[in-house]
């Protein structure tokens, strides 16, 4: 079992940076792909960023490619989502996700593939 906690959301002004964690328990942690999500009011809730288990692979939506950076700790459990260049359009609750079943391509964005879900942080970047 894997329970997330999401932390370090907040308001930023547009070009700001904000890091967001995702802190972990259960051993099994450290063998699970893990990706953010985020979700805006009205808007289904899409794939940002993830990584696998090792850290060595990372994936990204386009709308995030060389502002987001994505990382993980496995020996402190958590997984971190560098944000810079923030945009009023980044403004979303984001969520983590972990699953340790491997992803790859198309299965990393798809929702139906996590298994561990976090309650979410709210970012808001204003203009």
């Known amino acids: 079992q894997v329970q997330l906690v999401e932390s370090g959301g907040g308001l930023v002004q547009a070009g700001g940076s904000l890091r967001l964690s995702c802190a972990a328990s259960?051993?099994?942690?450290?063998?699970?792909?893990v990706s953010w999500f985020r979700q805006a009011p009205g808007k289904e809730r899409e794939f940002v960023t993830g990584?696998?288990?090792?850290?060595?692979?990372?994936y990204y939506t386009d709308s995030v490619k060389g502002r987001f950076t994505i990382s993980r700790d496995n020996a402190k459990n958590t997984v971190y989502l560098q944000m810079n260049s923030l945009k009023p359009e980044d403004t979303a609750v984001y969520y983590c996700?972990?699953?340790?079943?491997?992803?790859?391509?198309?299965?990393?964005?798809?929702?139906?593939?996590?298994?561990?879900w976090g309650q979410g942080t709210q970012v808001t970047v204003s203009s």
């Open positions: 259960g051993r099994a942690f450290s063998t699970c792909a």
């Open positions: 990584i696998s288990w090792s850290g060595a692979t990372t």
């Open positions: 996700a972990a699953d340790q079943g491997p992803k790859s391509g198309r299965s990393w964005s798809r929702l139906a593939e996590y298994k561990y």
